[in-house]
């Protein structure tokens, strides 16, 4: 299931995935679900549609999402997990006064990296996070916060930016819902980052300094003890909150083969059902994103390869006057449960079609764009090919050329000139003849005898 999911994860990443459209493909679906979050975005891992979204790419605080980052880094710079580390003094002591979220280790402690991870994800503790990162770049953290911004450069989160490890607020540390789904999708690969953060609980070994002890997740998405929040398709994540940042998530869902990322970013913490209890907007939003998408979406082909959808006219061809084009390949979408092919419709984008087409054309030829519309929205854009190999008829296309010629005006000036110059010529050549010496010029001279003879 692990190496199942890391290809998926991996394929999604390559592919590009996580470009917003305009409008997510049901946007207007979800329209009268109620929401807590500023910012949200609902992502298929599977193929990237966006199925949701609301502010994504709005730049706000990430809180302690900030340690999904840090994880990527000290995964990449670390080839041996149970390499052991010393947490120092000064990595707790920067963080006195912050109110940090902290994992209660002690200076001089020595943990494995593994279990420095399940610190940072699981307890999101900030000392973890300034002890890893110390370690992973030999004390330079100017060093390993430009390693975070690499990262999000090579992963295309442009709208996002880092200066600490943890995700304490900072006014130039800022991400976007959209960079958020980037980040989970690149850590998921890690499989012990995708084993540590489906973890409910875990045993840290007895170190040098303590006993052995169980630490708890901080993501009670994953926790069926808390009913408003517990969504038995996730499958890890990782929480962040702060004054400024308010409550944020980011998780992964699993159901049936179908595979979802949700992110929700500045959510409230308040008393949402009126029960004296205050709740987490982004555990609920974020339940409610995946729940939806579960219940009422499915995967199917929307578009195939034999489906002639429009036609086109086509010049010189041997026996046809249209050429008729078909989707480019068999297109797969997410669309509502219980939808037919009589409910889809494929058209081509109006400016993308040719007047027409010369012959010959070969079968798979691009030729226009075309969109997949469902209920009058486009969720989908795709390459209209042609249909089948059309040969080219010789003398239409001959007959074309010279009818072509003839009625070009370049050909009408340049047959005019022609005939101006015969003209000057022939004019030119008779009144040389008429001006030539008569000494040179061409007479029979008879004698006396041969005139009396030709007379005769």
């Known amino acids: 299931m692990k190496r199942l999911l890391s290809i998926i994860l991996t394929a999604a990443v390559l592919c590009g995935i996580f470009c917003l459209p305009s409008d997510a493909a049901y946007d207007s ?196 003890a808390y009913k408003d929040y517990y969504c038995k398709y996730v499958k890890g994540g990782k929480t962040g909150s702060t004054s400024v940042a308010g409550r944020c998530v980011v998780e992964f869902a699993s159901k049936d083969g179908y595979n979802y990322i949700g992110v929700a970013l500045n959510s409230v913490f308040e008393d949402i059902d009126r029960d004296g209890v205050e709740e987490n907007g982004s555990f609920i939003d974020c339940k409610t994103m995946f729940e939806w998408a579960f219940e009422n979406i499915e995967l199917v082909a929307i578009s195939d390869t034999n489906q002639i959808v429009a036609q086109v006219p086509i010049k010189y061809a041997k026996s046809t006057d249209y050429l008729t084009l078909s989707p480019q390949e068999t297109v797969y979408s997410l669309v509502p449960v219980g939808t037919d092919s009589g409910s889809l419709l494929v058209e081509p984008i109006e400016g993308t079609v040719p007047e027409s087409v010369k012959a010959p054309v070969k079968k798979g030829d691009v030729i226009c764009k075309g969109r997949v519309l469902y209920a009058g929205e486009t969720i989908k854009e795709i390459n209209l090919v042609a249909s089948r190999d059309v040969q080219r008829n010789f003398f239409s296309f001959l007959g074309s050329i010279a009818k072509s010629l003839l009625s070009s005006w370049l050909f009408k000036i340049v047959a005019l000139a022609v005939i101006v110059v015969l003209i000057v010529l022939l004019f030119m050549r008779r009144k040389k003849e008429k001006t030539r010496p008569i000494e040179n010029r061409d007479y029979r001279v008879l004698n006396y005898s041969d005139f009396i003879k030709l007379k005769k």
């Open 29 to 224: 679906a979800m329209e009268g679900e109620t929401f807590y979050s500023d910012c949200l975005l609902l992502v298929s891992a599977d193929n990237g549609e966006v199925i949701f979204e609301k502010n994504a790419r709005k730049q706000t605080p990430p809180a302690s999402l900030t340690k999904v980052i840090t994880s990527i880094v000290v995964l990449e710079n670390c080839e041996d997990l149970n390499t052991t580390v010393t947490v120092s003094e000064s990595n707790i002591r920067e963080l006195d006064g912050t109110g940090s979220s902290l994992g209660g280790l002690k200076a001089g402690e020595q943990l494995s990296v593994y279990d420095l991870l399940c610190c940072l994800l699981m307890q999101s503790a900030n000392e973890a996070a300034t002890t890893l990162a110390d370690f992973i770049s030999n004390g330079d953290r100017e060093k390993f916060v430009s390693m975070m911004n690499e990262v999000a450069e090579r992963l295309g989160c442009t709208n996002s930016h880092f200066v600490n490890p943890h995700g304490l607020d900072d006014e130039n540390q800022y991400v976007t819902a959209e960079d958020m789904a980037k980040f989970l999708t690149r850590a998921m690969e890690f499989p012990a980052f995708s084993e540590i953060v489906a973890k409910l609980s875990y045993t840290l070994p007895k170190t040098n300094l303590q006993e052995e002890r169980i630490i708890r997740t901080t993501n009670n998405m994953l926790n069926s």
